[in-house]
């Protein structure tokens, strides 16, 4: 069964200060790992894109790392703001006639002054 | 352009009425999603399309639920009868293609009483 993990499953950090989230999925055939922001009451904003050959990708302050032999990834925030305050999902798509995507529970991030 | 548009934003309706919830894509964009998020399970695909056609609708809960994409520029996704369970956030999405990065709508919240 295709499932994606997401820990930890909150955070708190301090404005400046750096954290890492977490992804680990099991879908398979694998097509691309996606992390998305959400901001509260809002749609989803895409963050990173990255597939099979990709290690690494950066969006700013954001960068996203994939092993896909230990199907993991993450997403490191570097010299957090207060606008990043909200919540991480982290999003595989598998090869397959339709679109299977599988999406993981999110982390909530909060950001304090 | 103004994004993926989404009405209405709030919905409140009672149990067992029709509700019907609309979608506009962004121009040129051929695929469209539809989603459903609540705090217990997520955000969830619910149905797929690519250049009108359905693709995958595997995530659609049951017959109560259809959606429609009568041309490039609009969907709707209709409940009939509504039920409590049903209360969500409702999303559109649309990209290029299924690969490509999702644009979200604002969303539409359900509130069925």
């Known amino acids: 069964k295709n499932q994606v993990e997401q820990s930890p499953q909150s955070l708190i950090i301090l404005e400046g200060k750096n954290c890492t989230l977490q992804?680990?999925?099991?879908?398979?055939?694998?097509?691309?790992l996606r992390w998305y922001k959400q901001d509260t009451g809002r749609g989803p904003v895409s963050l990173t894109i990255?597939?099979?050959?990709?290690n690494t990708k950066s969006n700013g302050r954001y960068t996203a790392t994939l092993d896909a032999d230990t199907k993991q990834s993450s997403l490191h925030i570097t010299a957090s703001q207060l606008s990043d305050s909200a919540s991480y999902i982290c999003?595989?798509?598998?090869?397959?006639?339709?679109?299977?995507?599988?999406f993981g529970g999110g982390t909530r991030l909060m950001v304090k002054p | 352009d103004a994004g993926v548009i989404q009405s209405p934003r709030h919905e409140v309706t009672e149990m067992g009425q029709e509700v019907t919830l609309r979608c506009k894509p962004i121009?040129?964009?051929?695929?469209l999603f539809w989603y459903r998020q609540t705090m217990m399970r997520g955000l969830e695909l619910l149905i797929y399309?690519?250049?009108?056609?359905?693709?995958?609708d595997s995530g659609m809960p049951e017959d109560r639920f259809s959606a429609k994409m009568p041309n490039a520029s609009f969907s709707t996704l209709k409940i009939q009868p509504s039920e409590p369970r049903d209360s969500a956030v409702y999303f559109c999405?649309?990209?290029?293609?299924?690969?490509?990065?999702?644009?979200f709508g604002p969303g539409t919240r359900l509130t069925v009483t």
């Open positions: 999405a649309s990209s290029w293609t299924r690969d490509y990065e999702q644009y």
């Open positions: 992804c680990n999925y099991t879908v398979s055939p694998f097509s691309n």
């Open positions: 990255m597939t099979f050959s990709e």
């Open positions: 999003v595989v798509s598998a090869k397959a006639a339709g679109n299977m995507l599988t």
């Open positions: 121009s040129g964009h051929n695929s």
């Open positions: 399309f690519n250049n009108n056609v359905p693709i995958d």
